[in-house]
């Protein structure tokens, strides 16, 4: 690093005048397959804490990337063949972009000695690992070389050639085995067909993206033109080797990652730590990451009773990074991150709850291997139903409005709205906090969040929603509230119930998204959750103003088994998964693509919806319009939501502050 221009290192004494000197202790992290990092604590001294904020933060948008080649995965033409990927990493990372001078001096480092040998003061012309403007500051010039090259790719931009291009191109692509290995398989498990809302038209796909400093494009034809415009934005930000350059320096572009394969095109890759295969469309967890999951559910047995908060710290920490290949996991942390909100000093208590979350994801990780995660489990796309639900003290209800293109099961049809009630025990209702009754066990946000869950099970057990988003409304904000998030800090009955969502996502492979309607917009529900004095035939007189004569809707009962795990759920106690694996009918033949694929009700592990950012549709109390409800209304209702649920937000070309001039 001195040799390159990165650091000086002198005497102490030689510098403990300089004006705004302030020393901080290094550090190291470790790497995998590479020699530890060197970081620096700018907390110690207050550095961080005094640094102004006068980088592009929005240039980081840290955990969009991967969301974003996803998406773009999943919506390319599948007429021009599956899509192929590259991998670019910038070497030397931050140390190629300077500092102001004025500032090093502020970003000192004590460098170690020895015992007994003259104190060491290290500074870096570059920016350093572990200040707080240098992720920001050098994503700012990566942001710019992904812009760059998708605004040339768009515009049809024709790049010369490239030097790096022909070493690229002569290196083979790692084998499809080398990613498997011993202790994953390729996935052989038949899919659904392609979602109708997904684009069958199209230019080939031709995009960049970047994560901090690795560089991901995607194509399916043309391959050399986006690898060579992508080479030349990186040389236009970083410059390229020049005959002046010192014999230190290297290529923007890493030449060791070229070399093993990177820079080959594929439709099978590492990405950001995932690994992403383009032809079935799955995404997994690679073995060194499998490895890790297995250690640590190994380190706490289940008679463990307290371990440290900074293990646990790490034990969460490990589990939400491995979540986005596990959709539905999300909904297990509720006990867990209860167990630190009861924190006494260094330690936390290991309760049932805490144990049982474990073990789910003990459960989970023994068909993590076999079980690969489909891109479209975890990119929602326009909804292909729209449900409304409801609860009271006295149970719960919903309707359902079937899009054109939702396949049926045995004794349905997506013509019709679909109808569905549920009568809480005496004993539940009798619980309920209510002005008379102060001390009750379960809020009236409890049984709103259980009627959800029976919600979703109605659709999925009358349609085939594998891989599909659907769209559920209910009127109450906590409710809403816990199913977006997932996951509740309490020990109350919603992380019970929030735990079976997870697993009721995972097993059924929809992509659930929420949101809030009105009272008032909600007159069908609201009557479906509280006329039980009413037969079936009364009840369905009673809403078919809401609905048209000659099409009345169809009705469907909530099963034994959802039932009790509901109910469960609600006194506080753990059901068993088994409880929710209800194997729905047959989907029928439907479409012109033939027979849907068969569906495969193995054991699987969990999952969790994409944590893509989405401005919340808020209804008003004048929005109920009865013909709204009408079927031949439902497919433009679910038209106006493609903009909500459907699209997601492209980075502007234009962001950061203008300067002037």
């Given at each position: 690093?001195?040799?390159?221009?990165?650091?000086?290192?002198?005497?102490?004494?030689?510098?403990?005048?300089?004006?705004?000197?302030?020393?901080?202790?290094?550090?190291?992290v470790?790497?995998?397959?590479?020699?530890?990092?060197?970081?620096?604590?700018?907390?110690?001294?207050?550095?961080?804490k005094d640094?102004?904020?006068?980088?592009?933060m929005?240039?980081?948008?840290?955990?969009?990337?991967?969301?974003?080649?996803?998406?773009e995965i999943?919506?390319?033409?599948?007429?021009?063949?599956?899509?192929?990927?590259?991998?670019?990493?910038?070497?030397?990372?931050?140390?190629?972009?300077?500092?102001?001078?004025d500032?090093?001096?502020?970003?000192?480092?004590?460098f170690?000695?020895?015992?007994?040998?003259?104190?060491?003061?290290?500074?870096?012309?570059?920016?350093?690992?572990?200040?707080?403007?240098?992720?920001?500051?050098?994503?700012?010039?990566?942001?710019?070389?992904?812009?760059?090259a998708?605004?040339?790719?768009?515009?049809?931009?024709?790049?010369?050639?490239?030097?790096?291009?022909?070493?690229?191109?002569?290196?083979?692509?790692?084998?499809?085995?080398?990613?498997?290995?011993?202790?994953?398989?390729?996935?052989?498990?038949?899919?659904?067909?392609?979602?109708?809302?997904?684009?069958?038209?199209?230019?080939?796909?031709?995009?960049?993206?970047v994560?901090?400093?690795?560089?991901?494009?995607?194509?399916?034809?043309?391959?050399?033109r986006?690898?060579?415009?992508?080479?030349?934005?990186?040389?236009?930000?970083?410059?390229?080797?020049?005959?002046?350059?010192?014999?230190?320096?290297?290529?923007?572009?890493?030449i060791?990652?070229?070399?093993?394969?990177?820079?080959?095109?594929?439709?099978?890759?590492?990405?950001?730590?995932?690994?992403?295969?383009?032809?079935?469309?799955?995404?997994?967890?690679p073995?060194?990451?499998v490895?890790p999951?297995r250690e640590?559910l190994?380190?706490?047995?289940?008679?463990?009773?307290?371990?440290s908060?900074?293990?646990w710290?790490?034990?969460?920490?490990?589990?939400?990074?491995?979540s986005?290949?596990?959709?539905?996991?999300?909904?297990?942390?509720?006990?867990?991150?209860?167990?630190?909100?009861?924190?006494?000093?260094?330690?936390?208590a290991?309760?049932?709850?805490?144990?049982?979350?474990?073990?789910?994801?003990?459960?989970?990780?023994e068909?993590?291997?076999?079980?690969?995660?489909?891109?479209?489990?975890?990119?929602?796309?326009?909804?292909?139903?729209?449900?409304?639900?409801?609860?009271?003290?006295?149970?719960?209800?919903?309707?359902w409005?079937?899009?054109?293109?939702?396949?049926p099961?045995?004794?349905?049809?997506?013509?019709?709205?679909?109808?569905?009630?549920?009568?809480?025990?005496?004993?539940?209702?009798?619980?309920?906090?209510t002005?008379?009754?102060?001390?009750?066990?379960?809020?009236?946000?409890?049984?709103?969040?259980?009627?959800?869950?029976?919600h979703?099970?109605?659709?999925?057990?009358?349609?085939?929603?594998?891989?599909?988003?659907?769209?559920?409304?209910?009127?109450?904000l906590?409710?809403?509230?816990?199913?977006?998030?997932?996951?509740?800090?309490?020990n109350?009955?919603?992380?019970?119930?929030?735990?079976?969502?997870g697993?009721?996502?995972?097993?059924?492979?929809?992509?659930?998204?929420?949101?809030y309607?009105s009272?008032?917009?909600?007159?069908?529900?609201?009557?479906?959750?509280?006329?039980?004095?009413?037969?079936?035939?009364?009840?369905?007189?009673?809403?078919?103003?809401?609905?048209?004569?000659?099409?009345?809707?169809?009705?469907?009962?909530?099963?034994?088994?959802?039932?009790?795990?509901?109910?469960s759920?609600l006194?506080r106690?753990?059901?068993?998964?088994?409880?929710?694996?209800?194997?729905?009918?047959?989907?029928?033949?439907?479409?012109?693509?033939?027979?849907r694929?068969?569906?495969?009700?193995?054991?699987?592990?969990?999952?969790?919806?994409?944590?893509?950012k989405?401005?919340?549709?808020?209804?008003l109390?004048s929005?109920?319009?009865?013909?709204?409800?009408?079927?031949?209304?439902?497919?433009?209702?679910?038209?106006?939501l493609?903009?909500?649920?459907?699209?997601l937000?492209?980075?502007?070309?234009?962001?950061?502050?203008?300067?002037?001039?």
């Open positions: 690093m001195i040799n390159k221009g990165q650091w000086v290192i002198l005497p102490a004494k030689a510098v403990l005048h300089l004006p705004g000197l302030r020393l901080s202790p290094p550090g190291v470790p790497q995998r397959g590479r020699r530890p990092r060197w970081i620096c604590d700018y907390s110690w001294w207050g550095v961080n640094t102004l904020p006068l980088a592009a929005e240039a980081m948008q840290f955990g969009r990337s991967l969301e974003c080649i996803l998406r999943l919506f390319a033409n599948p007429a021009h063949g599956p899509v192929q990927m590259i991998k670019l990493d910038i070497s030397d990372g931050f140390y190629r972009i300077g500092l102001n001078i500032d090093i001096p502020k970003l000192g480092v004590v170690p000695t020895l015992p007994g040998d003259e104190p060491l003061i290290a500074f870096l012309l570059v920016l350093p690992m572990g200040w707080t403007n240098s992720p920001p500051i050098f994503s700012t010039a990566t942001k710019t070389i992904a812009d760059i998708n605004a040339r790719l768009s515009s049809g931009w024709v790049p010369p050639s490239h030097p790096l291009d022909e070493l690229a191109a002569s290196v083979s692509a790692p084998p499809h085995e080398a990613y498997w290995g011993s202790k994953l398989t390729p996935p052989l498990e038949p899919y659904p067909n392609r979602d109708p809302s997904l684009p069958t038209v199209g230019a080939p796909a031709a995009y960049v993206d994560f901090v400093d690795d560089f991901v494009g995607l194509a399916q034809k043309h391959k050399q986006v690898r060579c415009t992508l080479l030349e934005a990186v040389d236009e930000v970083f410059w390229p080797l020049s005959p002046s350059d010192p014999p230190t320096r290297r290529e923007p572009v890493s060791k990652k070229l070399l093993e394969g990177d820079g080959s095109w594929s439709t099978i890759k590492l990405v950001l730590g995932w690994i992403l295969d383009t032809e079935s469309l799955t995404i997994r967890l073995p060194h990451r490895d999951l640590i190994d380190e706490i047995p289940p008679t463990q009773r307290r371990i908060i900074k293990k710290h790490k034990v969460l920490g490990e589990l939400r990074s491995m986005l290949a596990l959709p539905g996991s999300r909904n297990i942390f509720s006990t867990m991150q209860n167990a630190l909100a009861l924190k006494t000093g260094g330690r936390l290991l309760d049932k709850g805490v144990h049982h979350a474990l073990e789910d994801f003990r459960w989970m990780q068909n993590i291997s076999t079980r690969p995660t489909r891109i479209a489990e975890v990119v929602p796309l326009p909804p292909v139903a729209e449900g409304h639900h409801d609860a009271s003290g006295l149970g719960a209800g919903g309707i409005f079937p899009g054109p293109h939702l396949a099961r045995t004794g349905f049809t997506s013509t019709q709205p679909l109808v569905w009630r549920h009568q809480w025990p005496d004993f539940i209702s009798s619980w309920l906090v002005a008379y009754n102060p001390h009750g066990s379960i809020t009236n946000s409890d049984l709103e969040l259980a009627g959800g869950l029976l979703l099970d109605a659709l999925s057990q009358c349609f085939d929603i594998r891989e599909r988003t659907v769209l559920s409304k209910g009127d109450n906590s409710t809403t509230f816990w199913e977006r998030r997932g996951s509740t800090s309490t109350s009955p919603p992380a019970y119930l929030l735990r079976l969502f697993m009721h996502q995972r097993f059924h492979r929809y992509v659930p998204r929420f949101d309607i009272g008032p917009s909600n007159p069908i529900a609201d009557s479906l959750s509280r006329n039980f004095d009413l037969n079936w035939s009364d009840q369905l007189a009673n809403i078919m103003p809401f609905l048209p004569q000659h099409n009345g809707p169809q009705v469907w009962t909530p099963s034994e088994q959802i039932v009790s795990a509901v109910t759920a006194l106690k753990q059901s068993r998964r088994e409880s929710l694996l209800v194997v729905p009918p047959v989907p029928l033949p439907f479409g012109t693509s033939g027979v694929s068969p569906v495969s009700w193995a054991s699987t592990p969990f999952s969790k919806p994409s944590r893509t989405y401005h919340s549709y808020k209804s109390p929005e109920f319009v009865a013909e709204n409800y009408l079927p031949a209304a439902v497919r433009s209702g679910l038209d106006r493609k903009i909500t649920y459907g699209t937000p492209r980075r502007s070309l234009m962001w950061g502050p203008r300067i002037p001039g």
